[in-house]
């Protein structure tokens, strides 16, 4: 018999590369008793995934077909795959006819959900975590109904518009002027859809970050995919965009880059702080073209101070504006300056603000953690991470 079995757990990511050759698969159904094997955890912004017995996040891997595992040698190292004695094991919380396993070439017997083999990740060693998701792109935590947990959207930052939605790429989402939120409906089709790739869905629900759940949606396309709407907008990408922090498609009429409120995001050049999910670390305060701010412990908020010259200056940037600056994405009452070589150092929620030298492209947030002092700033001004 099934049961039902919930716990919390939190996400992440590093980096790992991960390869494969072909293991050998044989599906066996899956016995209704013994000792469990899988159950599933509620986690913040992917939903219900699944675990082992132990609470560890299941993964599946995007180049594995069903029943097929492709992941061995190094790759297996880095992901072992869940495996059971038997099949003779019991589930909790997922359909069972959803459950089976395989035989892998070493003759272990591997978990499949949905077809899908299972694996954990090396770096995750109590339940919780999740380091493993969207690594490569390749690597997802496996939901309770299968499905792989990618992101629908996530927030991006464009210079000039400010925070708007992006992929789970980083690429920007649009939405069309021909299109209708009530009800939603996309016209965008054929030749149109080539060039303005849909937002699809996968799973249940559309999984985001940093965006109102409640303006979330989706609207079936002609082909019977789901397309993912924000604020009953049908969304697209834009095939000339070809890295985070591009917005091309402004440029064509009837085409609006979507801000994280789903409405047209607008030009507005004098926006100097904003934010954005970067990484593992949720939602975080960025400057005007997306990069990463960060505190330091050895300074102070009150009074404000920055402890940080010379060397540690030219490692770590001051973040300088203007006078009249604006802010979107952050409380305005969070944000301030302190005088700095006759200019104007930023401030969130008291604390001096900082970009890294080692960050390169909107996103990055190789500072996290730097000395045990350095953390990328959340948008109200604590420390991500911690």
């Known amino acids: 018999m099934t049961r039902l ?17 072909t293991t050998t698969t044989q599906s066996r159904p899956v016995a209704q008793e013994s000792a469990v094997a899988v159950k599933v955890a509620e986690i913040a912004e992917l939903g219900s995934v699944v675990t082992d017995a132990k609470g560890l996040t299941l993964y599946r891997f ?10 061995d040698g190094e790759c297996a190292a880095a992901w072992p795959p869940a495996t059971v004695s038997s099949e003779d094991f019991a589930v909790e919380g997922v359909a069972q006819e959803l459950v089976g396993s395989i035989v892998r ?14 694996y954990r990740f090396a770096k995750d060693t109590r339940p919780g975590e999740t380091k493993g998701q969207g690594l490569q792109g390749q690597w997802f935590a496996t939901g309770s109904d299968g499905a ?36 939603p409906a996309s016209t965008c089709d054929g030749g149109c859809a080539e060039n ?39 969304q697209y990408t834009f095939t000339n965009d070809a890295k985070p922090g591009e ?16 409405k047209k995001a607008q030009q507005n050049k004098a926006i100097a702080l904003t934010s954005a999910t970067v990484a593992d670390l949720g939602v975080i305060a960025t400057d005007k073209d997306g990069m990463t701010l960060y505190r330091f412990d050895d300074d102070s908020a009150d009074p404000p101070t920055s402890n940080c010259t010379g060397g540690c200056a030219e490692q770590w940037p ?64 604590s420390r991500a991470g911690r």
Do not use: H
Not at 6 to 17: K, P, S
Not at 205 to 224: E, N
């Open 5 to 21: 079995a919930v716990f919390a757990a939190v996400t992440g990511l590093f980096a790992l590369t991960a390869c494969g050759s």
């Open 62 to 71: 995007g180049k594995d077909t069903p029943g097929v595992s492709t992941c």
């Open 105 to 118: 070439g070493d003759g272990s017997r591997q978990l499949t959900i949905g077809g899908m083999p299972q």
């Open 148 to 183: 792989a947990t990618v992101l629908a959207a996530r927030t991006g930052v464009v210079t000039g518009l400010g925070a708007v939605l992006t992929n789970a790429a980083g690429l920007t989402l649009y939405r069309f002027d021909g299109d209708t939120a009530q009800p």
């Open 196 to 234: 303005w790739p849909p937002v699809l869905v996968e799973g249940s629900a559309p999984r985001v970050k940093g965006v109102d759940a409640k303006l979330l949606g989706t609207v079936a396309r002609k082909d019977g995919k789901k397309q993912l709407t924000v604020a009953g907008w049908p």
């Open 247 to 262: 917005a091309k498609g402004v440029t064509v009429a009837k085409w609006f880059a979507t801000a994280v409120d789903g």
């Open 318 to 381: 001051p973040a300088f504006v203007d006078e009249g600056f604006q802010v979107q994405g952050v409380d305005s009452a969070l944000v301030g300056t302190i005088e700095r070589d006759g200019k104007k150092q930023l401030t969130v929620a008291g604390w001096p603000q900082y970009l890294y030298a080692g960050d390169e492209v909107c996103g990055d947030a190789n500072g996290q953690g730097v000395g045990g002092k350095w953390w990328a700033t959340k948008a109200d001004g």
